[in-house]
């Protein structure tokens, strides 16, 4: 009898899961969802998804849906009426943004812990991280990686933290550096300031800015893992904590 119980509440359980998310989704959709809600959604909803009132992606509030397939027609059709606009996207790509979404609430409580310090991130963004090597933050810094200026409107602590242990997870597009190798050899790696059909203008790690004809270049390729070091070993927890706390603060130079 007992036995039966528990069978039958694991069966409704999963059911209920079953409900929530419709599907499994794996890392890669999730990560893919990821940079296509930064693209696309961010804007609006804001890195956490909470920023429209009564609508909450972090913790589970759709209002006007329940499944996955009606959060996937509200994406492609938006709602009429309303500022939802809809999506010119393939439903693949949809989906994976659903996915995206409804990752969002497993990493929810995972917040700064309390202790983590603006001002010290800020002297450890300077000073032993050596981020000013290679980012920019309101006005200082340099031009070989991105500018994180306004980082903290645009990604979660999660994600930042995640920058910083593991660079290669997610490395979203604009940010993939290529290679360019010269017609004797030499091989270059940078970020792309500006290209056309015949040119190319790279930034090296010097801060260099060199032009390229194409034609003259023996190869020209995207370099798939990221140039940045984990500090997962170079920083402790607290302190990758007060880095985060200082990148969250970034929110576009102050005049
Ligand atoms: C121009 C602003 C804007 C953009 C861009 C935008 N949204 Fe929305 N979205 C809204 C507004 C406003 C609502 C609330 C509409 C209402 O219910 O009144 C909304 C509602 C939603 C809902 C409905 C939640 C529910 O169940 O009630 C989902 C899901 C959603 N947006 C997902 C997205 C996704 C994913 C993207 C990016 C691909 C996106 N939105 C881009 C403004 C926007
Ligand atoms: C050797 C150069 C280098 C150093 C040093 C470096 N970074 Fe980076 N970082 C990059 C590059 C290049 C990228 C873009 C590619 C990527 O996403 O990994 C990047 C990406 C990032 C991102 C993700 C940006 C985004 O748009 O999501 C964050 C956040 C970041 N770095 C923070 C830091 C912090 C904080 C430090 C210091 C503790 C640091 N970086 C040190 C080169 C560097």
Redesign the pocket.
């Known amino acids: 009898m007992r036995k039966i119980a528990l069978v039958l509440l694991t069966a409704v359980s999963l059911a209920a899961q079953h409900e929530a998310t419709d599907a499994k989704y794996t890392k890669t959709d999730i990560g893919i969802g990821n940079r296509?809600?930064i693209a696309?959604?961010i804007?609006?909803?804001g890195p956490e998804g909470d920023q429209?009132s009564?609508?909450d992606?972090t913790h589970g509030k759709?209002?006007?849906?329940r499944s996955d397939d009606?959060?996937v027609k509200?994406?492609r059709d938006g709602?009429p009426g309303?500022?939802?606009?809809a999506?010119k996207?393939e439903e693949p790509q949809?989906r994976t943004?659903v996915a995206y979404?409804r990752s969002l609430p497993a990493s929810a409580g995972q917040a700064l812990p309390a202790g983590a310090d603006v001002a010290r991130g800020k002297v450890l963004f300077q000073g032993k991280g050596q981020c000013t090597n290679c980012h920019r933050a309101q006005g200082a810094g340099s031009y070989f990686g991105p500018d994180l200026s306004d980082i903290g409107m645009l990604r979660r602590a999660v994600e930042l933290d995640q920058s910083l242990s593991d660079p290669n997870a997610v490395i979203m597009p604009p940010n993939r550096m290529f290679r360019a190798v010269a017609a004797d050899g030499a091989a270059i790696p940078g970020r792309i300031l500006n290209q056309d059909t015949f040119t190319v203008q790279l930034i090296d790690s010097k801060e260099r800015l060199l032009s390229f004809q194409r034609s003259a270049l023996k190869e020209f390729s995207p370099i798939n893992t990221s140039p940045m070091p984990s500090y997962k070993d170079r920083l402790s927890a607290a302190e990758r904590a007060d880095l985060v706390a200082y990148l969250l603060s970034l929110k576009g130079i102050q005049p």
């Open positions: 296509l809600y696309n959604c804007y609006c909803h429209i009564g609508v992606f759709f209002p006007r849906s009606d959060i509200i994406i709602i309303t500022g939802m606009p999506q996207m949809i943004i979404l």
